[in-house]
Nanobody, 117 residues
Framework: QVQLVESGGDLVQPGGSVRLSCAASGSISSIGTMAWYRQAPGKERELVGFITKSLTTNYAASVKGRFTVSRDNAKNTVFLQMNSLKPEDTAVYFC???????????WGQGTQVTVSS
């Protein structure tokens, strides 16, 4: 079992920055890739970016160059640094983690990011 808790969501002006955190607890030694997704009202949940245990990253085209996923394996935490935010980045942001052993996917509860002037 893995528990994920996101934090850092905020109301921010266009062009601003926000840093989200996702802290993992439980069977943390078995966690492989961790990812950030987002879901805007009335839209499907979409991948924002992910980071493997060996710290390889990949991003959706819509956020590449603006968002950065990082990971502190010692603190069992993954981060999403979001810069140059746009109103279309408004969404609930979720993190997930996949276990290397069972391939089970766990999700956090989400944190709201609103980009508005």
């Amino acid at each position: 079992q893995v528990q994920l808790v996101e934090s850092g969501g905020d109301l921010v002006q266009p062009g601003g920055s926000v840093r989200l955190s996702c802290a993992a607890s439980g069977s943390i030694s078995s966690i492989g890739t961790m990812a950030w997704y987002r879901q805007a009202p009335g839209k499907e949940r979409e991948l924002v970016g992910f980071i493997t245990k060996s710290l390889t990253t990949n991003y959706a085209a819509s956020v590449k160059g603006r968002f950065t996923v990082s990971r502190d394996n010692a603190k069992n935490t993954v981060f999403l640094q979001m810069n140059s935010l746009k109103p279309e980045d408004t969404a609930v942001y979720f993190c997930n983690a996949r276990l290397l052993t069972t391939m089970t996917l766990y999700w956090g509860q989400g944190t709201q990011v609103t980009v508005s002037s």
